[in-house]
C-alpha cells in the first residue's frame, strides 16, 4: 500500500460560491464528478460548464457535423440534471485540442468573465492511475488539464493577454483553487451520496454516446460505473461513497 492510498482524505473546502468547471468533451464532467457537482448546487453554489469541444469526433458511427450538435443537447440536458444552467462551448477540435496559448487565452477569459473561487477539470496527467502501468490518458484531456492550471494564474495577470482587457474582461485574481477530478494522486473528497441518483440521470443523458461506446444497457451501464466509481474511496473517507480531486492551493 502506498502513502497515498493509506491517507484519509479530508473534505474539499466549501467556503465559496462559485465554480467554473472546464473539461474537453461532453461527458468528462458526468464520468468525473456529478455527484459533487448536485450537491454544491444544493447547496446553493453557483457552477458554471465550459466545454473545450463539442464531442464531434466522439461516436464513430455519427458523422461529426451531425454528432456535435447531438452531443451539446444531450451536454445542456445532463447539466440540468445536476442543477447547472450555465453550458459553454470553446469549438476547438475534438480529439486534436492543441496545449498553447490559443487554449490558454481562451479559458483564462471564461475565468475573467465568470470570476470563480474554484475551478474544476479533470485528470492532466498522463495516465488515469498513479503507477507505472496506469491506463494511458487521452491527449485532449491532458492538454486541457493542464491549460486550466495555467490559465488559473493568466486570468489574473494583467499582463499576460492583455488584450482581454480591451475586450472588457479585467484580470481575475480570485480562484483560491483547482480542483482535478479523476486523478490518480486525490488530495480532498467530496461527499457523493447525496448527489449520487442525480450523477447517474446526468450520465445516463449522453445516451448516444453510451448506446455507440456499450452492449449493456444504458441504465445499467451507468449505474454501475457511477456507484463503483464513488465507492471505490470510501474506505479513505470516513465509508462514505466519495468524488475525489487532487487540489492545488493558489
Known amino acids: 500500500m502506498t502513502d497515498n492510498e493509506a491517507t484519509d482524505l479530508p473534505e474539499l473546502p466549501g467556503d465559496w460560491q462559485r465554480a467554473l468547471a472546464v473539461v474537453a468533451h461532453p461527458d468528462d464532467l458526468e464520468y468525473g464528478c456529478a455527484a459533487a457537482v448536485a450537491s454544491w448546487t444544493d447547496a446553493g453554489k453557483e457552477v458554471g460548464y465550459l466545454l473545450v469541444t463539442r464531442g464531434e469526433a466522439g461516436i464513430d458511427t455519427i458523422a461529426p457535423d451531425v454528432c456535435a450538435p447531438l452531443r451539446e443537447r444531450e451536454q445542456r440536458a445532463s447539466a440540468a440534471a445536476v442543477g447547472v444552467t450555465t453550458v459553454e ?9 492543441e496545449y498553447g496559448t490559443a487554449l490558454r487565452r481562451d479559458i483564462a477569459a471564461a475565468i475573467r468573465r465568470h470570476r470563480p473561487e474554484l475551478v474544476v477539470t479533470l485528470n492532466h496527467r498522463d495516465g488515469w492511475g498513479d503507477g507505472p502501468g496506469a491506463p494511458r490518458n487521452t491527449p485532449d484531456h491532458v492538454a486541457v488539464g493542464r491549460a486550466v492550471l495555467d490559465a488559473a494564474s ?11 482587457a480591451d475586450q472588457g474582461l479585467a484580470p481575475w485574481d480570485g480562484v483560491r483553487w ?20 442525480r450523477a447517474i440521470e446526468s450520465l445516463l443523458c449522453h445516451r448516444a454516446y453510451i448506446e455507440a461506446l456499450t452492449d449493456r444497457k444504458p441504465e445499467e451501464y451507468v449505474r454501475e460505473f457511477v456507484t463503483e466509481t464513488a465507492t471505490r474511496s470510501a ?13 492545488f492551493p493558489r
Open 154 to 164: 493568466d486570468a489574473g495577470n494583467r499582463w499576460i493577454f492583455p488584450e482581454l
Open 89 to 97: 462551448f470553446l469549438d476547438h477540435r475534438d480529439g486534436v485540442i
Open 235 to 247: 474506505a479513505r473517507f470516513g465509508g462514505r461513497p466519495a468524488v475525489t480531486f487532487e487540489v
Open 178 to 197: 483547482v480542483a482535478v477530478a479523476a486523478s490518480g494522486f486525490p488530495t480532498h473528497a467530496v461527499d457523493a451520496g447525496p448527489g449520487l441518483e
